[in-house]
């Protein structure tokens, strides 16, 4: 892997480890982990052998939490533009690797949420076992009823009564609650519904998974993709009662929790498509220059139209991928909220040239494309459902423009100084 970007002598080397890792383990145990997963009901109560295997590996090669930038003392120390680079290293087998380093989604946001925003109690309880990989986790913020691309239209309430929050609401799209080591969720509500400033309205509770009043209703689909055993749920809460203790970082500041937690959790899902675009492309190219694959008498790569397809694979790759660096640079010289119109640019961009790079892979196989013989079906899945997580292209796109259309003042001040001195120059004779 070459980039502009300068790392660590130590990161190129977890870079080493962590491609021979992937090669030589992770992308073979991949149908073996989907075999272990099982059929029916056990999909949701079983986790693959091999996962526990892959995981003990990692823990002794070092390549064991990775993503807790330098600013957390619990972390390994890299900054997050050097664990931007082994994402993308995951991401070439996205089902598997990430969660055998212990950096899988959504464990890795609620991690640093603890570790940001936790209590001494807080983190001796769910972030020590997390981080040793004991456990898994949600985080509950997506309902059913409401447009949950504006959180502001949360519902789900959060009352204090005495010592204790009260939780009553429905949630969908909780990746991890199906687990059966799922044992915490991290669930954002109102506590504060009638604050005047809808940002301060919202709170997260802390909510152990054995809590009464908890119903897993049932796991959703993604174009027929379950994903177990963490799956995607539809989560109900009935009278959930916890203590004022698990509030996260006080009442009325979830959306500050959420942004801190998001900003760089979207560089980490960016950089691990980057790998599954390349993981695409490979495939694409192992297709098409297969001497035994001949369409009018010619193999598939000395038709214009394949070839020209890889080689606008290829830019759109590179290209994408120094987006996401340079957010991720940008994020260690400032902070995620420093970061906010550069992260925006590679979750509006990244996702849809991963959607693209899959496709035209998809249609140089021809029907294989489609089927469960190649990742690429389960990649455009998942590229697909990125378009729409951790905030739609729509939002990120309002976004942006709202940065750029801020400099509208400073560019006709500039442009009215141009004509001055343009002025100038002229009533001068046209001399300097």
């Avoid at 009638?194 to 152990?208: A, D, T």
């Avoid at 675009?277 to 790569?301: H, K, N």
């Avoid at 089927?371 to 459902?385: H, I, K, N, V």
Wanted: glycine letters at 8%.
């Amino acid at each position: 892997m070459t980039s502009i970007f300068e790392v660590s002598p130590r990161c190129l080397e977890l870079q080493r480890k962590l491609i021979d890792f992937v090669n030589n383990d992770c992308l073979p145990a991949e149908e073996i982990y989907e075999s272990q997963v099982g059929t029916g009901d056990k999909r949701w109560t079983t986790v693959p052998p091999i996962m526990e295997d892959l995981k003990a590996k990692a823990k002794s090669l070092g390549l064991w939490n990775l993503f807790l930038n330098k600013s957390y003392p619990e972390g390994p120390g890299l900054t997050n533009l050097e664990y931007a680079t082994l994402c993308e290293i995951t991401g070439r087998c996205p089902r598997v690797a990430p969660e055998a380093l212990n950096c899988s989604a959504p464990d890795t946001g609620n991690m640093e949420v603890f570790a940001k925003y936790g209590t001494p109690e807080q983190k001796a309880k769910w972030l020590v076992p997390l981080m040793n990989g004991k456990i898994r986790s949600a985080f509950a913020m997506t309902e059913v009823a409401v447009s949950s691309s504006d959180a502001t239209n949360i519902e789900t309430s959060i009352e204090r009564v005495g010592d204790h929050y009260i939780i009553n609401g429905l949630k969908w799209w909780i990746s991890g609650a199906g687990d059966p080591r799922c044992k915490v969720y991290l669930v954002m509500g109102k506590s504060d519904p009638n604050n005047e400033h809808k940002y301060r309205q919202q709170s997260i509770v802390v909510v152990p998974a054995d809590t009464p009043g908890i119903e897993v209703v049932r796991p959703m689909q993604v174009f027929g993709y379950d994903d177990a055993p963490e799956g995607h749920c539809e989560v109900k809460f009935t009278n959930v009662r916890v203590p004022v203790a698990n509030i996260i970082l006080g009442e009325g500041r979830g959306f500050e929790v959420i942004q801190g937690r998001l900003g760089p959790g979207r560089i980490h899902h960016c950089m691990r498509a980057i790998g599954m675009a390349e993981r695409s492309l490979d495939v694409m190219i192992a297709r098409v220059t297969d001497p035994s694959r001949r369409t009018f008498g010619r193999i598939l790569a000395r038709h214009g139209t394949v070839a020209a397809d890889v080689a606008k694979m290829r830019i759109e790759i590179n290209a994408s991928r120094l987006m996401v660096l340079s957010a991720a640079d940008k994020i260690d010289k400032t902070d995620a909220k420093g970061a906010l119109r550069d992260i925006a640019m590679a979750k509006i961009m990244v996702p849809q040239m991963l959607q693209r790079v899959i496709d035209l892979a998809i249609q140089a196989h021809g029907a294989a494309g489609v089927s469960q013989d190649f990742p690429l079906a389960r990649f455009y899945a998942g590229a697909r459902t990125l378009r729409i997580a951790d905030g739609p292209d729509e939002v990120h796109t309002m976004q942006l423009a709202r940065f750029e259309l801020m400099r509208g003042d400073d560019i006709r001040a500039r442009d009215n100084a141009i004509k001055a001195r343009r002025a100038q120059i002229l009533n001068n004779g046209s001399k300097l």
